[in-house]
């Protein structure tokens, strides 16, 4: 069966260091996206990609970088971890421009 | 502006029926998303509505009313399982989805 696989699952560091959060997807999606999640917020667009070598910047992407070398990895890279980037990301995949979204199990972020 | 709204928590009986109401303001609508979020778990698709109407998927039904900027989510039979969040979404004038905060639905026996 396809799916979308994140990890680690689970990290905590510390403020300065970098970080990065993958993202793999075996439904062969063009568009794949990177979303956070907080308490008291809707999911916010970090950073999305509608193919190889095609990235965007979301709402929310101050701090953040990703990179499409292939149809399947979307990783997420925080170049700096800041204690405001403590979080649950979220990777998710879609097929058309406007359509359901396969998200992953979720990664929850300490940083320290 | 942009901008989803629905209420924090709600309360319902099993056996009974549920509406959770989403109201929203976007400059390029394409369509009106729910998902259902268990805790500590991903989102998952439950509906998708892009014309005026009701949409009914089993004991879940979702309703959109595009001139209002209202959508509703109607979950009959409540089970226990039901007890999660659930997320309202609409697209912006990018085609990406912004999402309301969620309201989290508490089943009580």
């Known amino acids: 069966d396809a799916e979308i696989t994140q990890s680690p699952r689970h990290k905590i560091t510390e403020t300065g260091r970098q970080v990065t959060l993958a993202c793999h997807q075996t439904w062969n999606h063009n568009n794949m996206f990177w979303y956070r999640q907080d308490l008291g917020h809707g999911l916010r667009l970090i950073h999305y990609?509608?193919?190889?070598?095609?990235?965007n910047k979301g709402e929310v992407s101050d701090g953040y970088s990703v990179s499409r070398s292939n149809t399947e990895d979307l990783p997420l890279t925080l170049e700096s971890a800041a204690s405001s980037q403590t979080s649950v990301y979220f990777c998710a995949s879609s097929e058309g421009e406007v359509g359901e979204l396969f998200f992953g199990e979720g990664s929850r972020l300490t940083v320290l | 502006g942009q901008n989803i709204d629905q209420p924090t928590e709600m309360t319902a009986t099993e056996g009974a029926i549920v509406q959770i109401n989403c109201t929203y303001q976007?400059?390029?609508?394409?369509?009106l998303f729910w998902y259902q979020q268990h805790a500590g778990e991903a989102p998952t698709f439950l509906s998708y509505n892009v014309l005026d109407g009701l949409e009914e998927k089993g004991r879940f039904s979702s309703f959109l009313s595009r001139s209002k900027g209202y959508s509703y989510l109607l979950l009959k039979e409540l089970q226990m399982k039901d007890s999660a969040s659930y997320l309202c979404?609409?697209?912006?004038?990018?085609?990406?989805?912004?999402w309301g905060a969620g309201t989290k639905l508490i089943i009580k026996p």
């Open positions: 976007t400059s390029g609508f394409n369509g």
């Open positions: 979404a609409t697209t912006d004038s990018n085609y990406q989805l912004i």
């Open positions: 990609s509608y193919g190889v070598q095609d990235t």
